[in-house]
């Protein structure tokens, strides 16, 4: 492999949140973080190097968004998932959560009806209650830790209320990747009920099957012309923090209202060293991005395998995408805070606990695998030390 993803890199005193508010998050300054998305491995070299050169410049005033930036998301899409963008259906928003908020804000009123799909990313619960909108939840099914949609469920639940669903594509915590099949059975759907679907596919790119991912846009002119999809190579290529991501909306109306929502906000801006980031990201981190879905992949196996083996009681599926497990200790008999005290206290493990993700998540922990194989091994050590010592106390 051309790129080292073993190498160690001390994130402490770095003002990481993922490493520097442990004490904070957990309580406990001695766990070993494997938590919040983002990735412990270096940046694709040619982000580095771009950074780099507009750094050396001494001025870091407001930044212009050049075409090649357009450009660069128009080339990536094609090349990855074989679809064409146009221009004019592209606008930036500085990321994907302030993104959700400000299409709540466009497209539906307090008191509207928006659904999720738990297990599924925290933020979208709270974006829609801070927003003053009604939280509708479409459980996902789970048969033996994988996942499916319930889309008889989903018809039964909506109402004249509800305006809008907000879909994960792929799905976190639970790293599927939707069939064509599945998306088009949503789509129809909500076609047939005038719901809105704003696609969140920000780990799109973070597939193990190449061209697995269907982006929803693609399905058909109506599914175009009735979603919103965000695109970002921030979780891709681990420059979150840079705060530049995509808007794709193919419908002219739909377009217009979001960007009214966008200027209500005042965040047309997007900080300067993003934009030269995304450029990079999408023009040379291909075969970046290639090797480190290996290396993701293995890691995702390693603890497969290692749990199966060593801890039975506790499962974890090879995710389809993500670099998220979605870890199983329901076999344990752990949940709730009896769950969430073992990890941190008895274990010394930071993860994400499952409830965080809709209640159907209590029993589970999100486990962030994108570090060394190093990293993961001491983690699995912990938790098989703490499960050990639980099991001869019960």
């Known amino acids: 492999m051309t790129f080292n993803f073993n190498e160690e890199h001390n994130r402490r005193k770095t003002n990481s949140t993922k490493w520097d508010s442990v004490d904070k998050v957990f309580g406990n300054t001695e766990v070993l973080p494997l938590w919040v998305a983002d990735m412990d491995f270096a940046c694709a070299p040619g982000i580095v190097e771009a950074i780099t050169k507009r750094a050396q410049h001494p001025i870091y005033g407001y930044g212009h968004i050049p075409e090649d930036f357009f450009a660069s998301a128009m080339k990536w899409a094609n090349k990855r998932y074989n679809t064409s963008i146009k221009r004019e259906w592209l606008t930036t928003v500085p990321g994907v959560v302030p993104a959700l908020n400000l299409a709540i804000d466009a497209f539906t009123k307090p008191g509207d009806e928006i659904i999720i799909q738990p297990p599924v990313y925290f933020p979208f619960f709270s974006t829609i209650k801070n927003n003053g909108r009604n939280i509708i939840e479409n459980c996902l099914i789970e048969e033996d830790g994988y996942y499916y949609m319930d889309l008889e469920d989903l018809q039964n639940?909506?109402?004249?209320?509800?305006?809008?669903?907000?879909?994960?594509?792929?799905?976190?915590?639970?790293?599927?990747?939707?069939?064509?099949?599945?998306?088009?059975?949503?789509?129809?759907?909500?076609?047939?009920?005038?719901?809105?679907?704003?696609?969140?596919?920000?780990?799109?790119?973070?597939?193990?099957?190449?061209?697995?991912?269907?982006?929803?846009?693609?399905?058909?002119?109506?599914?175009?012309?009735?979603?919103?999809?965000?695109?970002?190579?921030?979780?891709?290529?681990?420059?979150?923090?840079?705060?530049?991501?995509?808007?794709?909306?193919?419908?002219?109306?739909?377009?217009?209202?979001?960007?009214?929502?966008?200027?209500?906000?005042?965040?047309?801006?997007?900080?300067?060293?993003?934009?030269?980031?995304?450029?990079?990201?999408?023009?040379?981190?291909?075969?970046?991005?290639?090797?480190?879905?290996?290396?993701?992949?293995?890691?995702?196996?390693?603890?497969?395998?290692?749990?199966?083996?060593?801890?039975?009681?506790?499962?974890?599926?090879?995710?389809?995408?993500?670099?998220?497990?979605?870890?199983?200790?329901?076999?344990?008999?752990?949940?709730?805070?009896?769950?969430?005290?073992?990890?941190?206290?008895?274990?010394?493990?930071?993860?994400?606990?499952?409830?965080?993700?809709?209640?159907?998540?209590?029993?589970?922990?999100r486990l962030n695998y994108a570090c060394t194989k190093k990293t993961l091994e001491e983690a699995m050590a912990l938790l098989e030390k703490a499960v050990k010592a639980y099991k001869l106390n019960v």
């Open 157 to 365: 639940k909506i109402t004249t209320k509800t305006k809008m669903i907000i879909l994960c594509s792929p799905a976190n915590p639970i790293g599927r990747v939707w069939t064509k099949e599945e998306l088009s059975g949503l789509l129809e759907i909500c076609k047939k009920n005038k719901i809105i679907v704003i696609a969140d596919e920000i780990h799109a790119d973070l597939v193990y099957e190449k061209g697995s991912h269907t982006p929803f846009y693609s399905l058909s002119e109506d599914a175009a012309n009735m979603s919103i999809t965000f695109m970002s190579p921030s979780k891709t290529f681990n420059i979150a923090g840079l705060f530049s991501s995509l808007a794709i909306i193919p419908n002219p109306d739909l377009s217009i209202e979001f960007t009214h929502a966008i200027a209500r906000a005042s965040l047309e801006n997007l900080n300067i060293f993003g934009i030269e980031s995304v450029i990079a990201a999408y023009n040379e981190g291909e075969e970046w991005l290639d090797e480190l879905l290996v290396y993701l992949k293995g890691n995702a196996e390693y603890i497969h395998n290692y749990l199966k083996t060593n801890i039975p009681e506790v499962k974890m599926r090879v995710t389809e995408a993500t670099y998220l497990g979605w870890l199983d200790f329901r076999g344990l008999g752990l949940k709730g805070d009896h769950l969430n005290e073992f990890i941190i206290n008895d274990a010394k493990l930071g993860l994400n606990e499952g409830r965080g993700f809709g209640q159907n998540g209590d029993g589970f922990m």
